[in-house]
């Protein structure tokens, strides 16, 4: 509602002028004769209800010239890319549900109707469903898991052990990079004791990740090495001949960094890499880091923070989007008893049955 004070000296002008101001509508909510500087004169307050949306013009209309619409960032390229993507899941959605009931697909038995059901509850993407259903039903013959375990894959770290020497665990800030290279390099020293292994920091924005990693390396009996230029490379390819294993830690890059521009991108060949994610990133967010680390780069993926998550459907979608096989899980915040090697049953048990897996028991350390 707009309300307005006039005044003057004849009541017959004041309603005139009223009429102009707000027009036939306006309600008149008070008059008074009122004396001004000694002189008789007139007080009308009148009121006009304005609807809703042209308040919200106005409004809009106010906030444009105050300036402050420039905060509201809806021409942002790198936004509308993300709204759209968001969008566009949403959109696959609400057409999945549409037609579901509709649909013909091959014959699968009810028990694995449920299971779909269930990863789809767990934020399945509709056309993961779509392709494990028309795998189950084409082979009806195979065990469940069997079948599933084919879209979606999982290596245990045993093998990508096996796979190089180097190995460099890249992924966004905070995801828990420098903590599995520690925890990665305890398990690899339990599954072969009497290893040699480098721990290697390229990570030269943190200098809390460095020291820890420096302060366990001392403590767990590993080598270290700073990696801080292309000059420095050579030293790494004398720890490829002299180490068993070297696992390298990375910065976190952050949404504008390109990883194509990053040290162990360009210039190092012949190296095992791994993301590290975890399910508490939203779909959208985990499809852009997908994405943005081209899967031709990678081997395996990592997830941490497991414990952090109350649904793991987006370990189904990144590996069946990427084809790149979940390798190893953290689920708790401390070195010890808290990870293992991914496998084909503590992967299935933890997306069906929310089960965190068992953690690989390491010997005492000092820590
Ligand atoms: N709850 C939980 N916390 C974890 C897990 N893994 C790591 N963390 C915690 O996450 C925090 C960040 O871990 P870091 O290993 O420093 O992560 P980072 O990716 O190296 O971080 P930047 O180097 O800053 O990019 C620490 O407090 C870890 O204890 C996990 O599996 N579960
Ligand atoms: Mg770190």
């Not at 189950?136 to 084919?150: A, I």
């Not at 245990?156 to 020497?165: D, I, N």
């Not at 975890?278 to 997908?290: G, I, K, R, T």
């Amino acid at each position: 509602m707009q309300v307005k004070t006039f005044r003057g000296q004849s009541y017959s002008a004041l309603l005139q002028q009223v009429k102009s101001e707000l027009g036939p509508d306006a309600v008149i909510l008070s008059s008074d004769c009122i004396s001004s500087n000694g002189k008789k004169a007139f007080e009308l307050t009148a009121a006009l209800e304005v609807p809703a949306a042209d308040q919200e013009q106005a409004y809009d209309k106010k906030q444009e010239k105050s300036g402050s619409e420039d905060l509201i960032p809806d021409t942002e390229p790198g936004l509308q890319g993300e709204q759209w993507r968001q969008e566009w899941a949403e959109f696959k959605k609400s057409i999945f549900q549409m037609i579901k009931p509709q649909l013909q697909g091959p014959r699968i038995s009810s028990r694995q109707k449920q299971a779909l059901e269930f990863l789809e509850k767990q934020g399945v993407y509709p056309e993961v469903i779509m392709d494990l259903w028309s795998r189950l039903g084409k082979n009806s013959h195979l065990p469940t898991l069997d079948v599933l375990s084919r879209a979606v894959p999982v290596s245990s770290w045993k093998k990508q052990m096996r796979q190089g020497t180097i190995h460099c665990l890249m992924g966004p800030s905070g995801v828990g990079k420098t903590t599995t290279v520690l925890r990665l390099a305890l398990e690899s020293r339990n599954i072969k004791p009497g290893m040699k292994i480098c721990l290697v920091n390229n990570d030269t924005q943190h200098a809390g990740g460095r020291l820890f990693l420096k302060h366990y390396a001392d403590l767990s009996g590993f080598s270290f090495m700073e990696i801080k230029s292309a000059q420095d490379l050579k030293s790494l390819k004398q720890a490829r001949e002299k180490f068993d294993l070297v696992f390298m830690d990375t910065p976190g890059l952050g949404p504008h960094d390109n990883v194509q521009d990053s040290l162990w991108m360009k210039h190092m060949k012949n190296i095992q890499r791994h993301l590290v994610l975890s399910p508490v990133y939203a779909h959208e967010q985990l499809d852009n880091y997908l994405q943005k680390y081209s899967r031709d780069d990678l081997n395996s993926l990592i997830w941490t923070k497991l414990d952090e998550a109350c649904s793991y459907g987006t370990l189904v979608n990144a590996s069946w989007k990427s084809a790149l096989p979940a390798s190893y899980l953290g689920f708790g915040k401390g070195l010890r008893h808290c990870s293992t090697s991914a496998s084909r049953d503590n992967f299935w048990k933890l997306i069906f049955k929310k089960k965190l897996p068992q953690a690989t028991q390491q010997e005492d350390n000092n820590f």
